[in-house]
């Protein structure tokens, strides 16, 4: 089954501890992005990547890292989160760019830091 | 500075009704506008596209229309089912770019 997967889907922590959120996609898909969702304010693209080892900064990139090295994965990386990084965040891929390409997206992360 | 705007955060529709949601945007070079449609515990996942160089896209009940010298697109869902009942969010691409901009969302509701 073509799909997106994220993990771990809940999770709380505490302020400064490092953590990482793994995404994983099996449709062989170039783009990948990570999002997160805060009410009143839709979805804010944190991170995007091209391709493998190809990444640049979205909306809001402040406080996160990813990195590309394979092309099925793109982990987000929370060095020293924040309480205002609370969130619901969304991993998405889809085929490289041109024409436009739906993106498929995984179940999200719901993240409370304390 | 949002790009994208839905000023309705809900709508409330009765079973078998038009639901109507609306979505304003600012940059003309948009090329590509988009509706996502998100149920709780869920990714959102893709309803419908249209190109800017088109006013029109239909697909089964949902129909896009838009509106450029408005900069205004709107999502028709005709009859609407208690299952449309989900928060739909209007996007905008660029041909070729790989930032996507989201609006806030609305939330629907299909009473039965």
């Known amino acids: 089954e073509a799909q997106v997967t994220q993990n771990p889907r809940y999770l709380i922590t505490v302020t400064g501890k490092k953590l990482t959120v793994t995404c994983s996609q099996n449709?062989?898909?170039?783009?990948m992005s990570w999002y997160r969702q805060d009410p009143g304010l839709g979805l804010r693209q944190i991170y995007y990547?091209?391709?493998?080892?190809?990444?640049d900064k979205g909306d809001v990139p402040e406080g996160y890292k990813v990195s590309r090295k394979e092309k099925r994965n793109f982990p987000l990386i929370l060095e020293s989160p924040s309480p205002n990084q609370t969130s619901l965040y969304f991993c998405?891929?889809?085929?490289?760019?041109?024409?436009?390409?739906?993106?498929?997206f995984g179940p999200g992360t719901r993240l409370t830091v304390l | 500075d949002q790009q994208v705007k839905q000023n309705s955060p809900s709508l409330s529709v009765q079973e078998g009704r038009i639901s109507i949601l609306n979505c304003d945007y600012t940059n003309s070079m948009f090329d590509y506008f988009l509706w996502y449609k998100k149920y709780p515990a869920e990714g959102p996942t893709f309803l419908i596209s249209?190109?800017?160089?088109?006013d029109k896209n239909e697909d089964g009940r949902f129909t896009v229309f838009l509106n450029k010298s408005a900069k205004h697109l709107s999502l028709h869902i005709v009859p609407s089912q208690p299952g449309d009942s989900a928060v739909y969010f209007c996007?905008?691409?660029?041909?070729?770019?790989?930032?996507?901009?989201f609006g806030a969302g609305t939330r629907l509701f299909v009473k039965a």
């Open positions: 449709m062989n898909h170039e783009y």
């Open positions: 996007a905008a691409e660029r041909a070729g770019g790989f930032k996507t901009i």
């Open positions: 998405a891929s889809r085929r490289g760019s041109g024409n436009y390409n739906e993106q498929f």
């Open positions: 249209i190109s800017s160089i088109k």
């Open positions: 990547s091209m391709n493998v080892e190809v990444t």
